[in-house]
Protein backbone atom coordinates (compact mmCIF):
# COMPACT_ATOMS: atom_id res chain seq x y z
CA UNK A 1 0.00 0.00 0.00
CA UNK A 2 2.76 2.25 1.10
CA UNK A 3 4.04 1.91 -2.76
CA UNK A 4 1.24 2.41 -4.21
CA UNK A 5 0.42 5.32 -2.46
CA UNK A 6 3.78 6.94 -3.48
CA UNK A 7 3.62 5.71 -6.93
CA UNK A 8 0.17 7.85 -7.45
CA UNK A 9 1.69 10.82 -5.99
CA UNK A 10 3.78 11.37 -8.97
CA UNK A 11 1.88 12.89 -12.01
CA UNK A 12 2.32 11.60 -15.23
CA UNK A 13 1.63 7.79 -14.61
CA UNK A 14 -1.66 6.85 -16.29
CA UNK A 15 -3.39 5.20 -13.29
CA UNK A 16 -3.62 1.69 -14.68
CA UNK A 17 -0.01 1.26 -14.16
CA UNK A 18 0.19 2.76 -11.14
CA UNK A 19 -0.08 -0.35 -9.51
CA UNK A 20 2.45 -2.40 -11.90
CA UNK A 21 4.91 0.01 -10.63
CA UNK A 22 4.04 -0.52 -7.45
CA UNK A 23 4.71 -4.12 -7.80
CA UNK A 24 8.33 -3.62 -9.67
CA UNK A 25 9.35 -0.94 -6.44
CA UNK A 26 8.89 -3.62 -4.12
CA UNK A 27 9.97 -6.28 -5.88
CA UNK A 28 13.14 -4.22 -6.23
CA UNK A 29 13.19 -3.73 -2.70
CA UNK A 30 12.88 -7.74 -1.64
CA UNK A 31 15.55 -8.41 -4.12
CA UNK A 32 17.96 -5.95 -2.70
CA UNK A 33 17.08 -7.21 1.02
CA UNK A 34 17.25 -10.95 0.01
CA UNK A 35 20.86 -10.16 -1.85
CA UNK A 36 22.08 -8.00 0.91
CA UNK A 37 20.86 -11.10 3.48
CA UNK A 38 22.34 -13.46 0.61
CA UNK A 39 26.07 -12.13 0.59
CA UNK A 40 26.37 -11.93 4.46
CA UNK A 41 24.94 -15.57 4.62
CA UNK A 42 27.79 -16.24 2.32
CA UNK A 43 30.68 -14.23 3.89
CA UNK A 44 30.02 -16.04 7.42
CA UNK A 45 30.23 -19.44 5.38
CA UNK A 46 33.14 -18.43 4.01
CA UNK A 47 34.69 -17.57 7.26
CA UNK A 48 33.99 -20.56 8.59
CA UNK A 49 35.17 -22.67 5.94
CA UNK A 50 38.70 -20.46 6.45
CA UNK A 51 38.73 -22.43 9.64
CA UNK A 52 40.32 -25.35 8.58
CA UNK A 53 41.31 -27.78 11.10
CA UNK A 54 45.24 -28.44 10.42
CA UNK A 55 44.79 -32.12 10.86
CA UNK A 56 43.66 -31.49 6.95
CA UNK A 57 46.64 -29.63 5.40
CA UNK A 58 49.40 -30.59 7.25
CA UNK A 59 51.80 -33.28 5.24
CA UNK A 60 53.81 -36.28 6.69
CA UNK A 61 51.87 -36.09 9.92
CA UNK A 62 53.19 -37.97 13.44
CA UNK A 63 56.61 -38.96 11.73
CA UNK A 64 58.66 -39.54 14.58
CA UNK A 65 62.48 -38.16 14.29
CA UNK A 66 65.03 -40.89 13.99
CA UNK A 67 69.13 -40.10 13.46
CA UNK A 68 69.18 -41.79 10.30
CA UNK A 69 67.25 -44.67 8.12
CA UNK A 70 68.00 -46.90 5.23
CA UNK A 71 66.00 -45.96 1.97
CA UNK A 72 64.46 -48.92 0.66
CA UNK A 73 62.74 -47.81 -2.85
CA UNK A 74 64.94 -48.33 -5.55
CA UNK A 75 64.21 -44.59 -7.53
CA UNK A 76 66.26 -44.88 -10.63
CA UNK A 77 63.69 -45.16 -13.41
CA UNK A 78 63.57 -47.06 -16.45
CA UNK A 79 63.84 -45.85 -19.89
CA UNK A 80 60.50 -45.65 -21.77
CA UNK A 81 58.99 -45.16 -25.11
CA UNK A 82 59.11 -41.77 -26.94
CA UNK A 83 62.46 -41.13 -23.94
CA UNK A 84 64.94 -38.61 -25.25
CA UNK A 85 68.66 -39.83 -24.65
CA UNK A 86 71.78 -38.39 -24.17
CA UNK A 87 74.92 -41.04 -24.72
CA UNK A 88 78.28 -40.08 -23.63
CA UNK A 89 80.96 -41.50 -24.44
CA UNK A 90 84.68 -40.91 -22.53
CA UNK A 91 88.00 -42.26 -23.32
CA UNK A 92 91.44 -41.82 -23.48
CA UNK A 93 91.38 -41.68 -27.67
CA UNK A 94 89.10 -38.74 -28.29
CA UNK A 95 88.81 -39.02 -31.66
CA UNK A 96 87.10 -42.39 -31.40
CA UNK A 97 84.59 -40.76 -29.51
CA UNK A 98 84.04 -38.17 -31.90
CA UNK A 99 80.91 -39.63 -33.76
CA UNK A 100 78.91 -39.84 -30.13
CA UNK A 101 79.90 -36.33 -29.66
CA UNK A 102 75.90 -35.37 -31.64
CA UNK A 103 74.19 -36.96 -28.71
CA UNK A 104 74.85 -33.76 -26.91
CA UNK A 105 75.18 -30.97 -29.90
CA UNK A 106 72.61 -32.15 -32.42
CA UNK A 107 72.46 -36.26 -32.33
CA UNK A 108 70.56 -38.21 -34.69
CA UNK A 109 67.44 -39.55 -33.28
CA UNK A 110 66.20 -43.31 -34.08
CA UNK A 111 64.22 -42.42 -37.19
CA UNK A 112 67.71 -41.24 -38.65
CA UNK A 113 66.59 -37.52 -38.79
CA UNK A 114 68.48 -35.02 -36.71
CA UNK A 115 67.34 -34.04 -33.17
CA UNK A 116 68.90 -31.64 -30.91
CA UNK A 117 68.26 -33.18 -27.43
CA UNK A 118 69.97 -36.53 -28.11
CA UNK A 119 68.41 -39.79 -29.12
CA UNK A 120 64.83 -40.62 -29.00
CA UNK A 121 63.31 -44.29 -27.93
CA UNK A 122 60.78 -45.48 -31.07
CA UNK A 123 57.58 -46.86 -30.53
CA UNK A 124 59.31 -50.39 -30.05
CA UNK A 125 61.97 -49.22 -27.69
CA UNK A 126 65.02 -48.64 -29.79
CA UNK A 127 67.62 -46.04 -30.23
CA UNK A 128 70.22 -46.05 -32.96
CA UNK A 129 74.15 -45.34 -32.61
CA UNK A 130 76.65 -44.85 -34.48
CA UNK A 131 79.04 -47.66 -35.29
CA UNK A 132 76.66 -50.07 -32.84
CA UNK A 133 73.76 -49.44 -34.54
CA UNK A 134 69.91 -50.36 -33.06
CA UNK A 135 70.16 -51.27 -29.41
CA UNK A 136 67.06 -51.94 -27.23
CA UNK A 137 66.84 -49.05 -24.58
CA UNK A 138 63.00 -49.52 -23.49
CA UNK A 139 62.86 -51.50 -19.82
CA UNK A 140 66.77 -50.83 -18.63
CA UNK A 141 67.70 -48.30 -16.36
CA UNK A 142 70.29 -45.69 -18.21
CA UNK A 143 73.09 -47.27 -16.00
CA UNK A 144 71.91 -50.67 -17.31
CA UNK A 145 71.96 -49.06 -20.94
CA UNK A 146 75.35 -47.45 -20.38
CA UNK A 147 77.32 -50.31 -19.62
CA UNK A 148 75.46 -52.23 -22.63
CA UNK A 149 76.93 -49.97 -25.09
CA UNK A 150 80.65 -49.54 -23.07
CA UNK A 151 80.33 -53.54 -23.87
CA UNK A 152 79.20 -53.17 -27.12
CA UNK A 153 81.97 -50.82 -28.13
CA UNK A 154 84.93 -52.89 -25.80
CA UNK A 155 84.10 -56.47 -27.39
CA UNK A 156 83.90 -54.87 -30.72
CA UNK A 157 87.63 -53.75 -30.30
CA UNK A 158 87.04 -50.12 -31.32
CA UNK A 159 86.98 -48.47 -27.80
CA UNK A 160 89.08 -50.55 -25.62
CA UNK A 161 88.54 -48.41 -22.64
CA UNK A 162 84.96 -47.24 -23.49
CA UNK A 163 83.15 -45.58 -20.56
CA UNK A 164 79.44 -44.66 -21.18
CA UNK A 165 77.14 -42.17 -19.53
CA UNK A 166 73.82 -42.39 -20.46
CA UNK A 167 70.69 -39.17 -19.05
CA UNK A 168 67.00 -39.06 -19.64
CA UNK A 169 67.11 -35.54 -20.80
CA UNK A 170 63.20 -34.81 -21.32
CA UNK A 171 62.11 -36.32 -17.64
CA UNK A 172 58.77 -34.52 -17.23
CA UNK A 173 55.68 -34.87 -14.71
CA UNK A 174 52.52 -33.16 -14.72
CA UNK A 175 50.53 -31.83 -12.02
CA UNK A 176 46.70 -30.70 -12.48
CA UNK A 177 43.88 -28.91 -9.94
CA UNK A 178 44.34 -27.06 -6.89
CA UNK A 179 47.95 -26.90 -6.92
CA UNK A 180 50.20 -24.75 -9.33
CA UNK A 181 49.32 -26.41 -12.76
CA UNK A 182 52.01 -27.31 -15.63
CA UNK A 183 54.47 -29.29 -16.75
CA UNK A 184 57.26 -29.39 -15.27
CA UNK A 185 60.68 -30.79 -16.73
CA UNK A 186 63.98 -31.40 -14.68
CA UNK A 187 67.39 -32.23 -15.59
CA UNK A 188 67.70 -35.31 -13.08
CA UNK A 189 65.95 -38.46 -12.94
CA UNK A 190 65.44 -38.80 -8.80
CA UNK A 191 61.94 -36.01 -7.81
CA UNK A 192 59.87 -37.41 -4.81
CA UNK A 193 56.03 -36.42 -4.77
CA UNK A 194 56.59 -33.85 -2.14
CA UNK A 195 59.30 -31.87 -4.27
CA UNK A 196 57.05 -32.36 -7.26
CA UNK A 197 54.30 -30.46 -4.94
CA UNK A 198 57.01 -27.79 -3.92
CA UNK A 199 58.04 -26.92 -7.97
CA UNK A 200 54.39 -26.40 -8.28
CA UNK A 201 54.17 -23.90 -5.95
CA UNK A 202 52.28 -26.24 -3.40
CA UNK A 203 48.49 -27.07 -2.79
CA UNK A 204 46.45 -24.72 -2.52
CA UNK A 205 44.47 -24.80 0.79
CA UNK A 206 41.34 -25.37 -0.72
CA UNK A 207 42.94 -28.87 -2.64
CA UNK A 208 42.33 -32.39 -0.79
CA UNK A 209 45.56 -34.21 0.73
CA UNK A 210 44.62 -37.31 -0.78
CA UNK A 211 45.80 -37.10 -4.55
CA UNK A 212 46.00 -38.90 -7.27
CA UNK A 213 48.67 -40.38 -9.26
CA UNK A 214 48.42 -41.84 -12.94
CA UNK A 215 51.29 -43.65 -14.51
CA UNK A 216 52.00 -45.10 -17.79
CA UNK A 217 54.37 -47.69 -17.96
CA UNK A 218 55.27 -50.94 -19.98
CA UNK A 219 52.33 -50.74 -21.61
CA UNK A 220 50.11 -50.59 -18.76
CA UNK A 221 48.17 -47.50 -16.98
CA UNK A 222 48.18 -47.30 -12.81
CA UNK A 223 45.67 -44.99 -11.13
CA UNK A 224 46.22 -44.78 -7.42
CA UNK A 225 45.57 -42.53 -4.36
CA UNK A 226 48.15 -40.88 -2.16
CA UNK A 227 47.44 -39.01 1.47
CA UNK A 228 50.14 -36.59 1.82
CA UNK A 229 49.39 -36.11 5.09
CA UNK A 230 49.97 -39.99 5.99
CA UNK A 231 53.82 -40.48 7.38
CA UNK A 232 54.26 -44.01 5.42
CA UNK A 233 53.53 -41.79 2.34
CA UNK A 234 57.98 -41.91 2.36
CA UNK A 235 57.57 -45.54 1.93
CA UNK A 236 55.04 -45.96 -0.81
CA UNK A 237 56.87 -47.04 -3.95
CA UNK A 238 55.71 -44.65 -5.48
CA UNK A 239 57.13 -41.81 -3.57
CA UNK A 240 59.58 -41.16 -6.13
CA UNK A 241 58.21 -40.14 -9.48
CA UNK A 242 58.50 -41.72 -12.89
CA UNK A 243 58.28 -40.06 -15.86
CA UNK A 244 55.30 -38.98 -17.33
CA UNK A 245 53.29 -38.89 -14.52
CA UNK A 246 50.50 -37.35 -13.78
CA UNK A 247 49.31 -35.75 -10.15
CA UNK A 248 45.70 -34.49 -9.88
CA UNK A 249 44.53 -33.01 -6.67
CA UNK A 250 40.67 -32.71 -5.98
CA UNK A 251 38.83 -29.52 -4.68
CA UNK A 252 37.94 -30.19 -1.25
CA UNK A 253 34.28 -30.37 -0.33
CA UNK A 254 34.09 -26.94 1.41
CA UNK A 255 35.01 -25.30 -1.62
CA UNK A 256 32.49 -27.27 -4.06
CA UNK A 257 29.63 -26.40 -1.31
CA UNK A 258 30.80 -22.76 -1.39
CA UNK A 259 31.37 -22.58 -5.32
CA UNK A 260 27.94 -23.59 -5.24
CA UNK A 261 26.05 -21.69 -3.31
CA UNK A 262 27.91 -18.71 -4.67
CA UNK A 263 26.41 -19.85 -8.24
CA UNK A 264 22.74 -20.21 -6.90
CA UNK A 265 22.92 -16.76 -5.07
CA UNK A 266 24.65 -15.00 -8.64
CA UNK A 267 21.80 -17.50 -10.63
CA UNK A 268 19.02 -15.84 -8.80
CA UNK A 269 20.01 -12.26 -8.95
CA UNK A 270 20.10 -12.37 -12.22
CA UNK A 271 16.59 -13.91 -12.61
CA UNK A 272 15.35 -11.98 -10.32
CA UNK A 273 16.87 -8.88 -12.67
CA UNK A 274 15.75 -10.22 -15.85
CA UNK A 275 11.99 -10.31 -14.45
CA UNK A 276 12.53 -6.45 -13.21
CA UNK A 277 13.67 -5.91 -16.96
CA UNK A 278 10.45 -7.19 -18.32
CA UNK A 279 7.59 -5.74 -16.11
CA UNK A 280 9.60 -2.02 -16.83
CA UNK A 281 9.20 -3.08 -20.76
CA UNK A 282 6.00 -4.27 -20.06
CA UNK A 283 5.00 -0.95 -18.31
CA UNK A 284 6.31 1.61 -20.97
CA UNK A 285 4.11 0.26 -23.50
Keep these: MLYTSHVRGYSGIHP ?76 KQPELVSPFSRSELGGQGSSGGSNLQGYLVDSRGYIVLPIIGKIKAAGKTCTQLGDEIAAALRNNDYITDASVNVQITNFKFTLLGEVGSGVQTISGQRVTILEAVAMA ?36 PYYYLQQNDLIYVTPSDRKINTTSETMQFMGYTMTTIGFITAIIAIASM
Design 16 to 91: RHAGLLSLIISTMYTTVRNSIFAALMLGVAGLFSSCVNPKELVYVQDIETTPSQEITQNYEVTIQKDDMLSVSVSS
Design 201 to 236: GDLTLDGKRDITLIREKDGKREVVKLDLRDKEIINS
